[in-house]
């Protein structure tokens, strides 16, 4: 288990203060998961991504008090944002892969209701590197994933979203097109967002962006390390941009993400 940041527990000694005194008794359980238990968390870039199982069906009061926490929480801590699920306690140990309807936020506000599904990598990280911050640690929590359904659901996801996301990057005059050259977030998004890809169809488990990118670096061609050392410099606090040329990388880029897509989906066959 790693240990919490103190900047986060800052954050959610805030947070738990609002709900003890606005909602008390609502929260019966609360785990943090994604970086953090990955020791990977890093300041002003990272969520603290956390699932709250709650004792009682949140009604609309209760919504418009939640978003008040969350909105306060986000306006006192700007780079920490809370990103995460409020689950019934009757519904974490049934979950299916159809999934049950539960509260999101994100970026500080609500999202409105998405399905929190069994086969989901968010379940599969809760159960395997969830923290328990309150209430019954992780391992007496009734979660079972299957791995082959999560693998399925990852190719989709492959091939529908981050397949359009680096088409539309080479559309112009596009956003995204115009992002690979001028920002690095953009360069980082894609990169190593494809790499945890890869990572996870090989070795059936997930890692952090910072872990991908070391990951890919010891399994793709050389050809590749530059562009992968470059998306990694915003989490690694590298100032020295590796390229001379905003061109060459934007195409660097691009050429990556055709490869490791390919490179993905011969894995997953």
Same mark, same amino acid.
């Given at each position: 288990?790693?240990?919490?940041?103190?900047? !986060?527990?800052?954050? *959610?000694?805030?947070?738990?203060?609002?709900?003890?005194?606005?909602? @008390?008794? *609502?929260?019966?359980?609360?785990?943090?998961?994604?970086?953090?238990?990955?020791?990977?968390?890093?300041?002003?870039?990272?969520?603290?991504?956390?699932?709250?199982?709650?004792?009682?069906?949140?009604?609309?009061?209760?919504? !418009?008090?939640?978003?008040?926490?969350?909105?306060?929480?986000?306006?006192?801590?700007?780079?920490?944002?809370?990103?995460?699920?409020?689950?019934?306690?009757?519904?974490?140990?049934? *979950?299916?892969?159809?999934?049950?309807? $539960?509260?999101?936020?994100?970026?500080?506000?609500?999202?409105?209701?998405?399905?929190?599904?069994?086969?989901?990598?968010?379940?599969?990280?809760?159960?395997?590197?969830?923290?328990?911050?309150?209430?019954?640690?992780?391992?007496?929590?009734?979660?079972?994933?299957?791995?082959?359904?999560?693998?399925?659901?990852?190719?989709?996801?492959?091939?529908?979203?981050?397949?359009?996301?680096?088409?539309?990057?080479?559309?112009? @005059?596009?956003?995204?097109?115009?992002?690979?050259?001028?920002? *690095? =977030?953009?360069?980082?998004?894609?990169?190593?967002?494809?790499?945890?890809?890869?990572?996870?169809?090989?070795?059936?488990?997930?890692?952090?962006?910072?872990?991908?990118?070391?990951?890919?670096?010891?399994?793709?061609?050389?050809?590749?390390?530059?562009?992968?050392?470059?998306?990694? =410099?915003?989490?690694?606090?590298?100032?020295?941009?590796?390229?001379?040329?905003?061109?060459? =990388?934007?195409?660097?880029?691009?050429?990556?993400?055709?490869?490791? !897509?390919?490179? $993905?989906?011969?894995? !997953?066959?």
């Amino acid at each position: 288990m790693k240990e919490i940041p103190k900047e !986060i527990n800052v954050v *959610l000694d805030t947070y738990f203060h609002y709900l003890d005194v606005k909602l @008390p008794n *609502l929260i019966h359980s609360f785990y943090l998961y994604g970086s953090i238990t990955l020791g990977a968390f890093k300041n002003g870039f990272s969520d603290i991504d956390f699932i709250a199982v709650v004792k009682r069906k949140v009604s609309d009061d209760d919504l !418009i008090i939640l978003k008040e926490i969350h909105k306060d929480v986000h306006r006192k801590f700007p780079n920490s944002i809370l990103d995460g699920w409020y689950i019934l306690n009757e519904d974490i140990e049934s *979950l299916n892969e159809e999934g049950n309807l $539960c509260i999101r936020f994100n970026d500080g506000k609500f999202q409105g209701l998405h399905k929190f599904k069994i086969n989901s990598i968010d379940a599969f990280q809760l159960k395997k590197y969830g923290i328990a911050v309150r209430g019954l640690n992780i391992d007496h929590v009734d979660i079972s994933v299957n791995w082959d359904t999560i693998q399925t659901n990852m190719r989709d996801n492959l091939n529908s979203y981050w397949l359009s996301w680096l088409k539309n990057s080479k559309k112009f @005059p596009t956003v995204k097109y115009l992002s690979l050259f001028v920002s *690095l =977030r953009s360069i980082e998004w894609g990169i190593l967002g494809v790499s945890r890809l890869y990572y996870t169809f090989k070795e059936k488990d997930i890692t952090s962006k910072v872990g991908a990118g070391e990951y890919v670096l010891e399994a793709v061609p050389k050809r590749w390390h530059k562009i992968i050392k470059e998306s990694m =410099r915003l989490r690694t606090d590298n100032k020295k941009s590796y390229y001379k040329s905003i061109f060459t =990388r934007r195409k660097d880029a691009i050429d990556y993400m055709e490869f490791m !897509i390919k490179e $993905c989906n011969k894995l !997953i066959r």
